[in-house]
């Protein structure tokens, strides 16, 4: 019974593709965030959406667009990816405003 | 705004040595703070979290961390490291609002037989 799980765990992929990592929380969480860990390991927020609704939208390009069609679903969509864009993605959720965050395992993304 | 700064990107210890790994936050409000642990190619882990209660908070694998205002830190102790501890640690603190989990840089820990 995996708590936040996260699809694919590793991605390769060209630059200019397009690709979507699913992540679904079984926890009853009403927060879920993605998170960008880069080579240095610095970890990142990228967004945050709380019963389905954008809260936290860091600076990132807008070539990344999450997508939440249900509060234990968050989605996210890389459109013309580049080589920076590769990294180690976190799904995470949270309840109890901000006293618990469960993190998935990641999705190690290689732009070539 | 919350922020939390490590002290020390890499700490290296002796089988059996006491681990001290340093964290100091900056909050406006009392603050929710975290150590989470990420082993090699896998995710995070919680060790522990300070949410207004005992200042000094146990965790798991031995860990421990005392919340100290008056020092704004939160440092992450083990009073005898063993090579499994080996990893990377990082400290965290809840945004304002509870919206977001605000990381500090992180801490490789190794332990040297």
């Known amino acids: 019974d995996t708590a936040v799980s996260q699809t694919p765990k590793y991605l390769v992929t060209q630059m200019g593709n397009d690709k979507s990592i699913k992540c679904e929380q079984n926890?009853?969480?009403?927060?879920m965030y993605w998170y960008k860990q880069d080579s240095k390991k610095f970890l990142k927020i990228m967004f945050s959406?709380?019963?389905?609704?954008?809260?936290i939208n860091e600076t990132v390009p807008n070539r990344f667009s999450p997508k939440s069609p249900d509060k234990a679903h968050l989605n996210l969509h890389i459109n013309s990816l580049e080589l920076g864009d590769s990294a180690v993605y976190f799904c995470?959720?949270?309840?109890?405003?901000?006293?618990?965050?469960?993190f998935g395992s990641g999705t190690r993304l290689t732009v070539v | 705004a919350q922020s939390v700064t490590q002290l020390g990107s890499h700490v290296s210890v002796s089988e059996g040595a006491l681990v001290l790994l340093r964290c100091n936050y900056s909050s406006s409000v009392p603050p929710y703070l975290f150590w989470y642990v990420q082993y090699p190619n896998q995710g995070l882990q919680l060790l522990l979290k300070?949410?207004?209660?005992?200042?000094l908070v146990k965790g798991i694998n031995g860990f421990e961390a005392e919340f100290k205002k008056s020092e704004t830190s939160f440092h992450l102790t083990k009073p005898s490291a063993h090579m499994s501890d080996a990893a990377e640690y990082f400290c965290a603190v809840s945004n304002q609002a509870g919206t977001a989990l605000i990381f500090g840089k992180g801490t490789t820990l190794s332990v040297s037989s």
């Open positions: 995470a959720s949270s309840q109890d405003s901000g006293k618990v965050y469960t």
């Open positions: 926890l009853g969480h009403d927060t």
């Open positions: 959406y709380n019963n389905k609704e954008l809260i």
């Open positions: 300070y949410t207004s209660a005992a200042t």
